[in-house]
């Protein structure tokens, strides 16, 4: 089992950043990638990102379309933590915005574990 805690979100202007953690425990940090979605009211989960913590897996990352080029997804094994580097932030960037331990990938069913979720609230 892994736990998960997000921290970091927040009130941004557009054109401004934030920066989201994911901090895990449980499960060793490496046997799962995480993944970063997104979630407005009365929508489904949006997969934004994900990483491999896997050891050689040189952290192969991925984005969504709507995010690549401004969000920058990374991982420290030493502090069992993954990040979420926002830039360029818009208004539509406004949801909950959760971490998840699974499989590499950025569909909802891969992922097992759920962090609780932290809101960022961008301001045009």
């Known amino acids: 089992e892994v736990q998960l805690v997000e921290s970091g979100g927040g009130l941004a202007q557009a054109g401004g950043s934030l920066r989201l953690s994911c901090t895990a425990s449980g499960r060793t940090y490496g046997d799962y990638a995480i993944g970063w979605f997104r979630q407005v009211p009365g929508k489904g989960r949006e997969g934004v990102a994900c990483i491999s913590t896997v050891t050689d897996s040189d952290g192969q990352t991925y984005y969504s379309d709507s995010v690549k080029g401004r969000f920058t997804i990374s991982s420290d094994h030493t502090k069992k933590t993954a990040y979420l580097q926002m830039i360029s932030l818009k208004a539509e960037d406004t949801a909950v915005y959760y971490c998840?331990?699974?499989?590499?990938?950025?569909?909802?069913?891969?992922?097992?574990?759920w962090g609780q979720g932290t809101q960022v609230t961008v301001s045009s």
């Open positions: 998840a331990a699974g499989a590499y990938s950025t569909v909802q069913s891969d992922y097992a574990y």
